[in-house]
């Protein structure tokens, strides 16, 4: 049931990047590009406590695998990250709600 989630998390986050794709590399048949930088954000949005943090958290993530060059400003990860918290906050309740 865990991996399970952490499968739909994971392919839910990819699939956010790959929508939004911030470094341009969306060629419409490549929809596993954002797996590797999907498992990177996905660990960490458990210590988030809100989008501002995730919107840190992926722009992070984003410099680490591509540079800042190609990373670019901050501000362009608003959008993606926004929905990101929004999926993990549902996700989260979805779990807890079954726990109960």
Known sequence: MIASGLSRNLTEVAEVLFRHDPIG???????????????????????????????AVVFEEFQKWFGPDIAGGQEKYRPLSKEIWLLWNQNQNAVDSKEA
Do not use: K
Request: glycine letters at 0%; charged letters at 35%.
């Open 25 to 55: 590399i969306n060629f419409e048949d490549n929809t596993d590009e954002y797996e590797p930088e999907a498992r990177t954000i996905l660990p960490r949005l458990r210590t988030c406590a809100n989008t501002e943090e995730v919107i």
